[in-house]
């Protein structure tokens, strides 16, 4: 039986933070955290970083990887939190200041946004949590520390289209890049192969979820999505400092800032937005010093042009995976939006011969879709709550993917589309420049190549 919001948040009305701990050993460095929510259950995950192929350059207990571990910690009690949504965290082992505290309040309360409408909560932001350190902490910036930096750069690699797009983009300084992943799935480590990187290249993580929290799912307690990126975020950067790299290029891409439900800021995608990418670096900034600059390289285009750069990227096309429903099995599952989504992108600048080759089916002829394509056009008011991209880019990408077919008759998604949108304009989209980004001006000779890569597709 499903339990309520407000009865929960009534019952059990604190939620502790109670500690966190760096292990190391030869073969391992685990990050531990203890969660409690008293009365309910005690939670204790944890992070495990094979050591084997590491080049550490700074020690995994350092006084920077201290407080990344912590803040990692706040990052990750989020999903435990949100079992019984409690209105007062209580932080046992370390200090929030009132900016920290606002900071992590706007980041739970936007990043739940998903979760909080798909539970049919209406939360308040001005009290659905507080944030409560035992001891008091200023509002200064944080000091710099004496951090060894071994000149590298730290690529997040998800097995997607993005990734290896960045691959790519970065393909002239290998010898730079470390790769990194998190729970690695086959399509990860094929795409490091398939860009010409080794085995021992990739810095890997593993996350364990506690059987606690998965229980009281079972039992009815509220479960939903949660800001996973923002894990990503300062996980990537524990690790950039453990091997010295001074820069994580992430892949997120502008088409990230769209709302997933029309006319509100609920987003799917918020913690892979230019608004959390702003703020993470601003906490960088002020917790972590200058050891790492975090920005995204992709955060200059949107997904269609992604797509026409990924369509020439044949070597990846056999590899990649950006399937959630099939990541664990290293699959498409062909039957949810994100398939839908992906496939329409490279219809868009594949013949559908190749396009169904990549995927195993054609799925415009699968009108069991149909739903998610209305949503993925904004024919209705909700997108598929994945990773997507914008209504406007979708309809540019199967205005394209119609012109694949010729004279040809169309598959029934293609046919609805027409018949109910009619044609669109895919040059402004091919064309579309995003300045808000924080790309190094070192990497713009990158970016513009795939500005033009793009506009080559207009016709």
Same mark, same amino acid.
């Given at each position: 039986?499903?339990?309520?919001y407000t009865a ?6 604190v939620?502790r933070?109670?500690?966190y ?10 990050l531990?955290?203890r969660?409690?929510i ?6 204790s995950?944890t992070?495990?970083i094979p ?5 550490l ?11 990344m ?8 009690a989020?999903s ?7 209105p007062?965290?209580?932080i ?5 200041s009132?900016w920290?505290a ?18 049919n909560?209406?939360?308040d ?5 507080t ?12 000091p ?11 690529v997040?690699?998800?097995g ?15 010898v730079?890049n470390?790769l ?7 399509a990860?480590?094929?795409c490091?192969?398939? $860009? ?8 890997r993580?593993?996350?364990t979820i506690?059987p606690?929290l ?6 009815g307690?509220l479960?939903?999505h949660?800001?996973?990126s923002?894990v990503?975020a300062f996980?990537?950067a ?8 001074d820069e994580i290029?992430l ?9 997933s ?17 702003r703020?993470f670096?601003?906490?960088?900034a002020?917790?972590?010093g200058?050891a ?7 955060r ?14 044949s ?7 950006s ?5 664990k ?9 994100k398939?839908l989504f ?8 594949l013949?559908p ?19 998610d ?21 979708f309809?540019a ?8 077919y010729?004279n040809?008759?169309l598959?029934?998604?293609l046919s ?5 949108m ?8 091919l ?10 001006q070192d990497?713009m000779?990158a970016?513009?190549?795939m500005?033009?890569h $793009?506009?080559?597709f207009?016709k």
């Open positions: 039986m499903s339990k309520t929960l948040r009534t019952q059990f009305n939620f933070y109670e500690s701990s760096i292990e190391c050993d030869a073969d391992d460095i685990v531990r955290w969660f409690s008293p009365g309910l259950a005690d939670f995950p992070t495990r050591a084997e192929n590491l080049q350059a700074n020690a995994p207990d350092s006084s920077l990887a201290q407080k571990a912590f803040a990692l910690g706040l990052a990750e989020v435990y939190w949100k079992c019984a949504c409690s007062t965290v209580e046992l082992c370390g200090t929030l009132e920290d606002e900071w992590w309040k706007n980041l739970w309360f936007q990043g739940l946004g998903e979760f909080f409408y798909r539970n909560i209406q939360p932001f001005a009290d659905f949590v944030f409560r350190s035992i001891q008091s902490a200023s509002d200064s910036y944080g710099e520390y004496g951090i060894k930096n071994a000149g590298l750069r730290l997040p690699i998800g997607g289209k993005d990734s290896c797009v960045s691959l790519h983009l970065l393909r002239g300084e290998k730079h470390r990194f992943t998190i729970n690695d799935q086959p990860r480590t094929d490091a192969l398939a $860009a010409g990187y080794s085995k021992s290249n990739i810095v993580t593993y996350r506690d606690e998965l229980r009281l799912n079972r039992e307690y479960n939903g949660t800001p996973f923002a990503t996980l990537s524990y690790c950039a400092v453990l091997i010295g790299a290029a892949s997120n891409e502008s088409s990230a800032n769209e709302p439900v029309a006319g509100t800021d609920i987003n799917h995608q918020y913690s892979k937005s230019y608004a959390f990418e703020d670096r601003e906490y960088g002020r917790h972590f200058s790492v600059h975090c920005y995204s390289l992709l200059p285009f949107n997904e269609l042009q992604i797509a026409a750069q990924f369509s020439a990227l070597e990846f096309h056999p590899v990649f995976r399937c959630n429903a099939g990541s099995t290293n699959i498409w599952c062909g039957k949810c939006g398939c992906t496939f329409g992108l490279m219809s868009a600048f013949p011969e190749k396009v169904t080759a990549i995927l195993g089916q054609n799925l415009f002829e699968n009108t069991g879709l149909l739903p394509l209305e949503g993925l056009l904004g024919i209705t008011p909700v997108k598929p709550f994945e990773c997507v991209g914008t209504i406007g880019e309809r990408a199967l205005t394209l993917a119609v012109t694949q010729g040809g008759t598959p029934p998604l609805e589309f027409v018949s109910r009619g044609a669109s304009k895919p040059t402004s989209y064309l579309e420049r995003n300045n808000q980004h924080f790309v190094p990497r000779p970016v513009e190549e500005y033009n $793009a506009a080559k207009i």
